[in-house]
């Protein structure tokens, strides 16, 4: 008897867990439907939300901007521009909930023209979670658009199709950032085939890393052929693309010919369950003859570079170096143009790195320099190849470059970002970024700060597509201020601890924020 009503106990919750779940599909299915009728109308919503944060970012411009900072109405903007954010967040999740094709192109199309960080962010994160099979299908087309055979077929209806310029690349690195969490097979065959195909820079990379979030064979033929590709010029690309060989299958070779001989005898047995035991890419071999250049001892891996210099007046101080017998100020005593204390000036020990630099640079190799202090003084317009000629003639430049002026980051990290070419920054820097000049003490701070926010922001901005890396390196000591100039030392010298806290807090965020090391020096 008792096994009976057990029985029957067991099979009434049974049946009510059934109906439980009917109920919940057949809600799950009534809100999407409801999310798919309301596309449009969502659509004109976050287009409203968007431009009106665009607008409040502007005002916060502005009072950042004034002479004198007005805090009460910067948190009051601030305020509102969390608000705004907040409701734009809630509508991208409405548009989401409708995981179809139309769906993921709106999500797409936003994502790319948005100027906010946090919208950008939420309408990826969204797009990494749909998994309806036209959503999926739209996106793999667009990624696709020019390098998949079906491409022609399926470009009729797809952004693909209607997305030109400069959106069309965008849209697809946007794409495979957000195939990096999706596990449809689907994914796969536009990821490999960009990496196999693909001409755009920025593609091939995003790709290339969410390749390796894929336990699919059909990428290891893709990141062998393009490592072919990349071997010979050297670069972080070649790293990248043997580190994601490493990652995928534990195995670890120099050249694309060891790979495919490892490929072609192990394709037919190989497991991603039992993969090798390597973990990192080892240090590619280089011939006695190679020239390894190097910036301040570490090595230059780019092939498309700009070095960013810092120029202001607060270069013309010396950093005394640690073993040094005398005091601080017995140090400070001496003549800074005299051979002894000369090549430990700030400004000295910036040129001599980078002519170091320069001169061990590969034809390969393109580079850029921007000398910056108030205002931003370029060696070219864009990058050059290291010919003889240019890097003869980079070094005439940087012997005459002189320490004066302010510390305008912002406007050097912009001009540098204006070259579509560069993958990589080397930004040296004394002193926080800073544009305005206020009453010394925690005004100024408080305008370095608001400096170092805008800064950041508009590198995540510009950044979102591009993959470029920052590298920075911060003469983050006090410094000495020679008896020779005059005392007391002029207070525009930010020395004193908090700013030299400012300094290095943002140029370590700056790094991290694009996948780039800080070094103090």
């Avoid at 179809?100 to 994160?125: P, Q």
């Avoid at 087309?141 to 020019?146: C, D, F, P």
């Avoid at 952004?159 to 195939?179: N, T």
């Avoid at 010979?232 to 060891?258: N, P, S």
């Amino acid at each position: 008897m008792p096994t009976t009503v057990s029985r029957r106990l067991a099979l009434g919750l049974q049946a009510a867990l059934v109906a439980l779940v009917a109920v919940a599909g057949a809600g799950a299915a009534e809100d999407q439907a409801r999310a798919r009728k309301d596309l449009k109308k969502n659509a004109k919503r976050l287009a409203s939300v968007d431009q009106a944060l665009a607008q409040k970012q502007q005002q916060l411009e502005q009072v950042l901007g004034a002479p004198k900072l007005d805090e009460a109405r910067q948190r009051a903007v601030e305020q509102e521009i969390v608000q705004l954010r907040d409701a734009g967040g809630e509508v991208i999740a409405s548009i989401a909930a409708a995981d179809n094709d139309d769906a993921a192109e709106l999500l797409v199309g936003f994502a790319v023209a948005t100027a906010s960080n946090d919208l950008y962010e939420r309408a990826l994160s969204e797009l990494a979670r749909l998994d309806d099979a036209g959503a999926i299908g739209w996106m793999a087309s667009t990624l696709g658009a020019g390098v998949l055979e079906e491409d022609k077929r399926q470009r009729g209806r797809g952004g693909a199709g209607r997305r030109g310029g400069d959106d069309a690349w965008k849209a697809q690195v946007l794409i495979a950032r957000a195939f990096e969490g999706l596990g449809s097979p689907a994914t796969v065959p536009p990821i490999a085939a960009q990496i196999e195909k693909g001409t755009s820079p920025q593609v091939v990379n995003a790709c290339v890393k969410a390749a390796t979030r894929k336990r699919d064979k059909r990428v290891l033929p893709a990141l062998i052929s393009l490592l072919g590709r990349v071997e010979r010029q050297g670069g972080w690309e070649y790293y990248q693309v043997r580190q994601a060989l490493v990652d995928l299958t534990g195995e670890d070779f120099l050249t694309q010919e060891r790979w495919a001989g490892w490929w072609g005898a192990n394709e037919a047995t190989f497991d991603f369950d039992r993969r090798g035991d390597a973990r990192e890419a080892s240090t590619r071999e280089r011939g006695p003859q190679e020239k390894v250049p190097t910036f301040f001892g570490s090595e230059i891996a780019s092939n498309r570079m700009c070095f960013i210099i810092d120029v202001s007046g607060s270069m013309c101080m010396t950093d005394r170096p640690v073993e040094h017998v005398l005091s601080d100020d017995e140090f400070a005593k001496l003549d800074p143009d005299s051979p002894e204390v000369k090549p430990y000036r700030r400004m000295e020990r910036a040129k001599k790195a980078l002519a170091e630099a320069v001169r061990g640079l590969q034809p390969t190799q393109r580079f850029n320099i921007i000398a910056f202090s108030t205002n931003n003084r370029m060696w070219k317009a864009a990058t050059v190849e290291a010919t003889d000629a240019n890097r003869a003639d980079a070094i005439k430049f940087i012997e005459g470059l002189r320490d004066d002026g302010g510390t305008n980051t912002y406007d050097a990290l912009e001009a540098a970002f204006r070259d579509p070419l560069v993958d990589t920054i080397y930004l040296l820097s004394d002193g926080a970024p800073m544009v305005k000049v206020g009453n010394p003490g925690e005004q100024m701070r408080l305008f370095a700060r608001d400096e170092v926010r805008r800064i950041l922001d508009f590198v995540r901005r510009e950044n979102r597509f591009r993959g470029l890396r920052i590298y920075t390196f911060g003469m983050d000591g006090a410094g000495v201020w020679h008896h020779k100039w005059g005392l007391p030392r002029p207070v525009t010298l930010p020395t004193e601890s908090e700013w030299l806290a400012i300094l290095s807090g943002f140029m370590r965020d700056l790094a991290n924020l694009t996948g780039g090391t800080f070094k103090s020096i």
